[in-house]
């Protein structure tokens, strides 16, 4: 097995781009659909160096709901390495939002799947106040609904950020009109695109997750300053948890331009969350 220390990237700098934490003393939301790990921040810090990586975005889990507190204490210790997702409903007052922003918030995120609470029509009014902030919207949905979505998805004002290489639930072919429909997002230079968590949505299995490795290596192809990595630590409601090592040199076997994995790894991840 691949031990992280020869996986880790090797630049200052490193960022994930997609973690969870979950700490006991916080009580789960009513909507949410199972019982996380538990997966405190100091599991996470101990790992962190040994993948090489100095920086982390916390998502808000759908565990909490729109309870952020824990997401908030998390950002607290972790300071200037950590930027957040959290989960605030649309028409937040003003005032909140600029308190979030400066307890390193830098998002929020729809999740239209199950345990997600924000609905598709919220999606505007959020957007543009994440805009007027310098936010992103984090959005998460079948993959397959791209063509649907893609009109309203691309009149959005704002940073958009999809998750897991597009999260097509049914694995889609790279000439498909759901993926034709994520690159013309991508062409449109307000869209940044996640390539993580292969396991999740992957038919052909680890480790090389063949059938997200022909979109994710399109993807790191045509948009390198689009793409973003994310480990989807401690990667909750996976039957077996993924190797983490593994997760990152499935990136690296996917761009052979070390130029391009410095981009993802870190340039991308410092211009949209502000490092």
Same mark, same amino acid.
């Given at each position: 097995?691949?031990?992280?220390?020869?996986?880790?990237?090797?630049?200052?700098?490193?960022?994930?781009?997609?973690?969870?934490?979950?700490?006991?003393?916080?009580?789960?939301?009513?909507?949410?659909?199972?019982?996380?790990?538990?997966?405190?921040?100091?599991?996470?810090?101990?790992?962190?160096?040994?993948?090489?990586?100095?920086?982390?975005?916390?998502?808000?889990? /759908?565990?909490?709901?729109?309870?952020?507190?824990?997401?908030?204490?998390?950002?607290?210790?972790?300071?200037?390495?950590?930027?957040?997702?959290?989960?605030?409903?649309?028409?937040?007052?003003?005032?909140?939002?600029?308190?979030?922003?400066?307890?390193?918030?830098?998002?929020?995120?729809?999740?239209?799947?199950?345990?997600?609470?924000?609905?598709?029509?919220?999606?505007?009014?959020?957007?543009?106040?994440?805009?007027? +902030?310098?936010?992103?919207?984090? +959005?998460?949905?079948?993959?397959?609904?791209?063509?649907?979505?893609?009109?309203?998805?691309?009149?959005?004002?704002?940073?958009?950020?999809?998750?897991? /290489?597009?999260?097509?639930?049914?694995?889609?072919?790279?000439?498909?009109?759901?993926?034709?429909?994520?690159?013309?997002? +991508?062409?449109?230079?307000?869209?940044?695109?996640?390539?993580?968590?292969?396991?999740? /949505?992957?038919?052909?299995?680890?480790?090389?997750?063949?059938?997200?490795?022909?979109?994710?290596?399109?993807?790191?192809?045509?948009?390198?300053?689009?793409?973003?990595?994310?480990?989807?630590?401690?990667?909750?409601?996976?039957?077996?948890?993924?190797?983490?090592?593994?997760?990152?040199?499935?990136?690296?076997? +996917?761009?052979?331009?070390?130029?391009?994995?410095?981009?993802?790894?870190?340039?991308?991840?410092?211009?949209?969350?502000?490092?």
């Amino acid at each position: 097995m691949l031990s992280p220390v020869d996986a880790a990237p090797g630049y200052p700098g490193a960022c994930d781009c997609h973690i969870h934490i979950y700490e006991e003393a916080y009580p789960l939301a009513a909507s949410a659909v199972s019982r996380p790990p538990n997966a405190p921040l100091s599991a996470y810090r101990a790992m962190q160096p040994l993948l090489g990586l100095s920086r982390a975005i916390l998502v808000q889990p /759908t565990a909490y709901g729109a309870d952020n507190r824990c997401l908030l204490a998390a950002l607290e210790q972790l300071g200037a390495g950590a930027r957040g997702i959290a989960v605030v409903p649309a028409g937040a007052d003003e005032a909140e939002l600029e308190r979030f922003h400066r307890k390193g918030i830098r998002g929020v995120r729809y999740i239209m799947l199950a345990g997600g609470i924000l609905p598709w029509d919220g999606l505007p009014e959020s957007a543009a106040q994440c805009a007027a +902030l310098g936010w992103n919207i984090n +959005l998460q949905f079948d993959g397959r609904e791209f063509p649907e979505r893609e009109s309203m998805l691309r009149g959005l004002p704002g940073r958009l950020v999809i998750d897991h /290489t597009g999260k097509f639930l049914e694995p889609v072919a790279p000439d498909s009109e759901p993926f034709a429909a994520l690159c013309r997002l +991508l062409d449109g230079g307000r869209c940044w695109i996640k390539l993580s968590a292969p396991y999740e /949505t992957s038919r052909a299995g680890p480790p090389h997750y063949d059938d997200i490795a022909c979109l994710a290596s399109v993807l790191a192809r045509r948009y390198p300053e689009r793409c973003l990595w994310g480990s989807n630590w401690p990667h909750p409601g996976a039957a077996t948890a993924p190797d983490d090592a593994q997760l990152l040199e499935w990136l690296r076997s +996917l761009v052979d331009d070390e130029s391009v994995c410095r981009k993802i790894w870190v340039d991308n991840p410092a211009e949209l969350y502000g490092f």
